[in-house]
């Protein structure tokens, strides 16, 4: 079973420039969840997915972050503009559905670095 | 808050020796506690989980948890340590989300090295 694809791996931007990070979830899986991992520190929530809808982006920074899962499936998170803090991992992991008994599984993430 | 936390920042231990990394959790109502390993430049891999059922969890690679309600921990554990164990260990507890959806919070992470 083919896991969590992300698109780019390494991607180095200037401040003030806009990047755009890609995520295919495992196949069938409804729920999808994009994380911000700072260096040293474990993932935080930015967002989650149920099939195209929003279910949470209470911690997403609205002002300059966007995602968007039109069909249901991939998902795409966009920063604009970006800031030198925005350097982090980006990871992408989805799950069969969001019960609390389920289990995400996680893309091998974008590294962003913020010059 | 609903949290966990792993208070060491590195595990050093012998090859063929048992291993313990640590993790208490604080949440209100059920625990779901999970553990996901980090090799560089990686994604993270899950490992186990506990929802209910057994205290002892067990899981991939050769890991088990022990989920411990008097003491609030869910300590991973190895009987013998490998070389190919070392990683960067994170705890995660399943948080409930007024919107409807869950999250996972993570502790800080533990840096296991293994030596010969």
């Known amino acids: 079973e083919a896991g969590v694809a992300q698109s780019p791996r390494y991607k180095i931007i200037e401040k003030r420039q806009s990047v755009a990070f890609w995520c295919n979830p495992i196949?069938?899986?409804?729920?999808l969840y994009w994380y911000q991992q700072i260096l040293g520190q474990g993932p935080k929530l930015l967002i989650q997915?149920?099939?195209?809808?929003?279910?949470?982006d209470s911690q997403l920074p609205k002002d300059r972050f966007s995602a968007e899962r039109l069909k249901g499936v991939d998902s795409t998170l966009k920063i604009q503009p970006a800031k030198l803090e925005d350097s982090a991992v980006y990871l992408c992991?989805?799950?069969?559905?969001?019960?609390?008994?389920?289990?995400?599984?996680f893309g091998p993430g974008t590294r962003l670095l913020v010059l | 808050a609903q949290s966990v936390a792993q208070p060491e920042d590195q595990v050093n231990v012998a090859e063929g020796n048992p291993l313990t990394v640590k993790c208490t959790y604080s949440?209100?109502?059920?625990?779901?506690l999970f553990w996901y390993v980090q090799y560089p430049n990686r994604g993270l891999q899950f490992l186990l989980k506990?929802?209910?059922?057994?205290?002892l969890v067990k899981g991939s690679y050769g890991f088990e948890a022990e989920f411990n309600k008097s003491q609030t921990s869910f300590h991973l554990k190895k009987p013998s340590a490998l070389v190919s164990d070392s990683a960067l260990y994170f705890c995660?507890?399943?948080?409930?989300?007024?919107?409807?959806?869950?999250?996972?919070?993570f502790g800080t992470g533990t840096q296991l090295k293994v030596e010969l």
């Open positions: 992991a989805s799950s069969l559905g969001f019960g609390v008994q389920e289990t995400q599984y």
């Open positions: 196949s069938g899986h409804a729920t």
């Open positions: 997915f149920q099939n195209n809808g929003v279910v949470d």
């Open positions: 949440v209100s109502g059920n625990p779901y």
């Open positions: 506990y929802i209910t059922g057994d205290n």
């Open positions: 995660a507890v399943r948080v409930l989300l007024t919107g409807g959806g869950n999250k996972l919070t």
